[in-house]
C-alpha cells in the first residue's frame, strides 16, 4: 500500500496527460449527447449503428448505386446523408422537411463532405413537393406521427414513386393507436400513431404492404414497415389488396339462427366483410339489438368511423385497449367477425369478456381470408389475412370450442363457428 508521503512525492502528470483526459471528458460528454435517454428507457443508439441499419435495409431492399431516394422530414439530414453513401455521385437523395432551418443544417454538412448528389426541398404539411414517379425509395424517420394531413401525404407520396418503388415508415408505437390528439396538433408535438393505424392509410392510399423490417433496426421499439407501389397502376384507387367480394346474404344464411325473444348481436366487420351487415339484419327475424363494433386497430381519430356507419352512430361500440368498454347489458347471443378478426391486435381482452357475457347456447362467428399457417400474428394483420389454425388456437385458449366450418362466402375466405366449450 503506498503511504501518503510516496503519493505527495509522485511526479505531476505531464502536460499531454492533461490534454488526453480533456480530450476524453470531451468525448464522454458528446457520446452522452448521442446516448441521451429516449424516454422510455433505452439509450439511442449511436449515428454509426443508425447508418448501419438503414444500410442493411437498404440493402435487403436492393436500393444502391444510382438509384433515387427521399428522406421525408429529414430533420437536420442525418441519415440523408447516410442514403448519399449508398447511392452514390451518379445517385440523388433528396432530404425533404418544412422547417428551412433544418435544410440549411443538412446542406452545410452536404457541402463539407462535398456530396453534390444530396439535394434539399421545402415540402408542405399536405405535400412533400418531390418529384413525380422518380423515387426508388421514400423513407421516413419518426415523422409519420408529425403529419397532420397524413392521407394526402400519403397520397402524394405515391405519386413520387417509381412504380415497384418502395416506402419505408420507422416509428415508434407498436400496435393500435393508443393517442386522440388532433391532427392538427401533431405537427409540432409528439403524439405516437399506432402501426395498425399507419398500414390501414397507407393501405387506403394505394400501398400494398410488404413486410416489417424490424429485425434490421437497432432499437427495440421502432417499428419498420415496408410498402410498395404497385407496378402496373396509374392512378391509386384505395387498397390494391383487398378479398374477393362477399355475398352477405349467403354469409348471413350460413349463421345459425338465434333464439326467440330479446337478443344483443356483436357485429365487427370491415371493408368487404361490412357487406354483411345489412343481411345479417334482414336474416336475424328476432330483430337483435345489433351493435357495430370499431375497432381501434381500424381508427385514425378516436370519433372516426367507417364510412358506412356515419350517420348511424347508435349501436356503435368502441373497443378500448381491445375490449368492450362496458358490458353488453345481458341477452348477448352472437358476435360475428367479418373481415376483422384477422385485424385484432390481441385477441385475448375481447374473447375473454365474450367468453364471460354470451347466453348460454350464444355462438361466436368468425370470416376472414386464408393466411399461411405459421406467419406471426402482427404480420397476418397487417397483410388482412390470418391462418385459420390460429384463430382456432385463440378460441381454444379462451375456453371456445368449433362447432362448425361454416360455408365461406367467397373462394378465399374460411368462416368458423364456436360456442363456448363445456367446463
Ligand atoms: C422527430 S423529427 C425526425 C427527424 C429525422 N427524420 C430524424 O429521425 O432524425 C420529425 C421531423 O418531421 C418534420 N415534419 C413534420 N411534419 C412534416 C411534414 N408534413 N412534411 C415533412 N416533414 C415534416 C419536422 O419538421 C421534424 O423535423
Redesign the pocket.
Known amino acids: 500500500m503506498p503511504n501518503s508521503l510516496s503519493m505527495r512525492m509522485r511526479p505531476l502528470p505531464s502536460r499531454r496527460f492533461w490534454v488526453a483526459l480533456f480530450a476524453g471528458l470531451l468525448a464522454y460528454v458528446a457520446a452522452g449527447a448521442e446516448t441521451s435517454k429516449t424516454g422510455k428507457g433505452g439509450a439511442r443508439p449511436d449515428a454509426a449503428q443508425r447508418a448501419a441499419a438503414l444500410k442493411r435495409v437498404c440493402e435487403r431492399l436492393g436500393i444502391g448505386v444510382g438509384m433515387s431516394i427521399a428522406?421525408?422530414?429529414?430533420?437536420?439530414g442525418?441519415?440523408t446523408l447516410t442514403f448519399a453513401e449508398v447511392v452514390g455521385p451518379t445517385g440523388k437523395v433528396f432530404g425533404?422537411?418544412?422547417?428551412q432551418k433544418?435544410l440549411d443544417a443538412m446542406m452545410q454538412k452536404a457541402r463539407e463532405r462535398k456530396l453534390t448528389q444530396v439535394q434539399p426541398v421545402l415540402?408542405?404539411?399536405?405535400d412533400?413537393r418531390l418529384p413525380d414517379g422518380v423515387l426508388d425509395l421514400i423513407y421516413?424517420?419518426?415523422?409519420f406521427h408529425?403529419?397532420?394531413?397524413p392521407s394526402s401525404?400519403l397520397s402524394n407520396l405515391w405519386i413520387d414513386l417509381k412504380p415497384g418503388g418502395w416506402l419505408v415508415i420507422?416509428d415508434r408505437q407498436k400496435g393500435p393507436q393508443r393517442e386522440w390528439p388532433d391532427l392538427a396538433a401533431?405537427?409540432?408535438k409528439?403524439f405516437w400513431t399506432g402501426e395498425t393505424t399507419v398500414v390501414r392509410l397507407a393501405r387506403e392510399a394505394g400501398f400494398l404492404f410488404a413486410s416489417a423490417l424490424d429485425d434490421l433496426w437497432m432499437d427495440k421499439e421502432p417499428f419498420v414497415l415496408v410498402f410498395r407501389k404497385p407496378a402496373g397502376i396509374k392512378k391509386p384507387a384505395g387498397d390494391p389488396d383487398l378479398p374477393l367480394a362477399i355475398n352477405g346474404k349467403a354469409m348471413a344464411s350460413a349463421l345459425p339462427a338465434l333464439p326467440p325473444g330479446p337478443a344483443t348481436v356483436l357485429f365487427a366487420g370491415l371493408d368487404q366483410g361490412r357487406l354483411a351487415l345489412p343481411a345479417l339484419r334482414q336474416q336475424f327475424k328476432s330483430r337483435p339489438v345489433i351493435l357495430d363494433v370499431v375497432l381501434e386497430e381500424w381508427t385514425t381519430q378516436n370519433e372516426e368511423l367507417p364510412s358506412d356507419l356515419r350517420g348511424n352512430a347508435s349501436g356503435v361500440v368502441r373497443l378500448v385497449k381491445g375490449d368492450l368498454p362496458e358490458k353488453t347489458g345481458g341477452g348477448l347471443q352472437a358476435a360475428v367477425f367479418a373481415d376483422s378478426y384477422s385485424r385484432l391486435w390481441d385477441p385475448a381482452p375481447l374473447l375473454r369478456r365474450l367468453r364471460q357475457e354470451l347466453a348460454p347456447g350464444g355462438y361466436v362467428a368468425v370470416m376472414d381470408r386464408h393466411g399461411p399457417e405459421g406467419e406471426p400474428r402482427r404480420l397476418a394483420g397487417h397483410h388482412r389475412h390470418i391462418a385459420p389454425g390460429l384463430v382456432k388456437a385463440d378460441f381454444e385458449k379462451a375456453g371456445f370450442a368449433l362447432a362448425k366450418e361454416l360455408k365461406p362466402p367467397a373462394a378465399d375466405r374460411f368462416f368458423l363457428l364456436f360456442r363456448p366449450a363445456a367446463n
Request: hydrophobic share 30%; proline share 3%.
Open positions: 428522406d421525408v422530414g429529414c430533420g437536420n442525418g441519415d425533404q422537411e418544412i422547417e433544418l415540402g408542405a404539411t399536405e412533400p421516413m424517420h419518426q415523422v408529425h403529419f397532420a394531413k401525404m420507422v401533431r405537427e409540432k409528439h
